[in-house]
């Protein structure tokens, strides 16, 4: 599930100099990390959305910690999915 | 007393100002804190408005105008960029509602949420006509931040033409805004509407689809003040809609097409405001209908060769040239052909490529570098800058590190290209179709 989370942040972000397996599951993925920003917090929210039907928000108390890491990012699609 | 050379800090209705966490807060509250604060604020001058939150903003920006000073309002946040504009401001101060902000800059902390008790909320205080209110900053295409300085007669003109154009002097509702209230756009429709007019500001700043979704339906009818960018996420989220007032959109063109899923999926108008940095908010049009901008009342154009048109309303002191190319159709109307090629819009922030290329080619150990700006045919929210390096002694980070001291971040390079040198022509200049290949390569290989 992490790589193909993985594989979707490659996709839909374009990061073309980027693979899946490079993602390194407790770094940020913004900032410092991957260098992502708003435009691709946004993107990244649609493909989420998309293809796991878990809609990302930002009044949340945890989205720092939902885009913490790619770890965080695929325990928070796992559990809002199978809840919802 | 009302003197003829003063106008309200704030418009006398019953309509609440703020949205703050789901409570309702008066003008009364709001003035509360307004004064609370301007009594911590050093007389007149200049200061940073850098909060975050809606309603915070407004209280630092009245409190600011309440104690004969005006906000100044940086292009972005990078270190380098508040530092040269705080060197044009002698004595300012920050005032920011983040605690994890770092800025050189003595910093006067805004904690305001409406509950400063109020026994006696006294008679509405008048700002002097012709006070400076706020100097707004762009990035400028000669090297230095540019100021565009409005006075608050200006700010009350162009704020009553949009309230009438929009009929929002009359329906009020809630402003759901996407857009920063530090962008003049954000400041004029999602702050001035409703210090002015019967509107009611929203504190948070909605961001991902199902964010603003929430706040319309928490709020509906409400009026969604947003861009390009923001609006072609909610159509693409799949989401339901509530019902909304009107969709109030500007920063960038929007497409047509856009214009009309909106409408269609939001169930409601959609207007697009014309504006630039030098002259403010002057037109509006609907654009799922209509291709022309018809101007706010009481402003006319001007046409003084086939090259420039001037811009005059009473918010303008003197007339204004407008930085695009603009056909009249009629006094009311014009068509929009477009924006000089120097000017990059991404994800509705602005720049100039000049300026982008001048701060690359600054970075010491860059010996030759230029930016390439998207393929405005692409589709979706990928619509990144690239560029392209020679550097032989710095790495990408390195370079990357350099360019966030002075550029948002929505405008650093992806990718950014290493090369042993430009293929520059006999000219000097570097044909965009060999940039374009160079990137074609490059993707390639990856």
Known sequence: MEQEVARLIVDSLNLEEVSPEQIEPEAPLFREGLGLDSIDALELALAISRAYGVQIRSDDENNRQIFASLRALTAHIEAHRATS | ?446
């Open chain 2, 1 to 446: 007393m009302r003197h003829s050379n003063t106008l309200p800090l704030i418009a006398d209705h019953s309509t609440p100002l703020a949205w703050v966490a789901g409570r309702r807060i008066s003008r009364a509250a709001f003035l509360a804190d307004v004064r609370a604060l301007a009594r911590r604020l050093p007389a007149g001058g200049a200061h940073f408005n850098l909060c975050e939150d809606r309603y915070r903003f407004a209280v630092a920006f009245a409190a600011i105008l309440l104690r004969g000073g005006a906000s100044i309002l940086p292009p972005n946040r990078a270190r380098t960029t508040l530092s040269e504009i705080a060197e044009r401001h002698p004595g300012a101060h920050a005032l920011v509602d983040e605690r994890d902000l770092s800025i050189t800059i003595p910093v006067v902390p805004v904690t305001a949420d409406g509950t400063e008790h109020a026994p006696n909320p006294g008679a509405t205080p008048e700002i002097p006509t012709d006070q400076m209110a706020v100097h707004a900053y762009t990035s400028g295409s000669t090297g230095q931040p540019t100021a565009h300085s409005r006075r608050w007669s200006s700010l009350h003109a162009v704020t009553t033409q949009a309230l009438r154009r929009f009929g929002l002097g009359t329906d009020g509702g809630t402003l759901v805004g996407t857009v920063p209230a530090q962008h003049m756009y954000g400041l004029e429709s999602t702050v001035l509407y409703a210090l002015l007019g019967p509107c009611t500001l929203l504190a948070e700043r909605p961001f991902f689809p199902d964010d603003i979704r929430q706040a319309l339906a928490d709020h509906a009818p409400a009026s969604l003040v947003t861009t390009p960018f923001h609006l072609d996420a909610c159509l693409r989220a799949g989401l339901t809609w509530p019902d909304t007032a009107r969709v109030i959109s500007a920063t960038a063109p929007l497409e047509r097409d856009r214009a009309q899923a909106a409408e269609t999926l939001l169930g409601t108008t959609v207007c697009e405001i014309y504006g630039c940095t030098e002259a403010g908010a002057v037109a509006s049009r609907e654009t799922a209908r209509e291709s022309l901008w018809r101007l706010y009342d009481g402003i006319s154009l001007t046409t003084l060769n086939r090259e420039r048109i001037t811009v005059q309303g009473p918010q303008h002191p003197e007339p204004v040239a407008l930085p695009d190319r603009i056909e009249r159709e009629d006094a009311q109307r014009f068509r929009m052909h477009g924006r000089p090629a120097d000017q990059l819009n991404i994800a509705g922030k602005r720049a100039s490529l000049a300026e982008l290329n001048r701060r690359l080619n600054a970075i010491p150990g860059v010996l030759d570098g230029v930016f390439i700006p998207p393929d405005p045919k692409q589709d979706g929210g990928n619509r990144r800058l690239a560029a392209i390096v020679a550097a032989p002694e710095r790495s990408e980070a390195e370079i990357l590190a350099a360019l966030a001291e002075t550029t948002d971040p929505l405008f650093l390079p992806r990718p950014l290209i290493r090369v042993d040198a430009l293929p520059r022509s006999a000219t000097g200049k570097v044909p965009r179709q060999l940039l374009l290949d160079l990137l074609d390569q490059h993707s390639q290989c990856a």
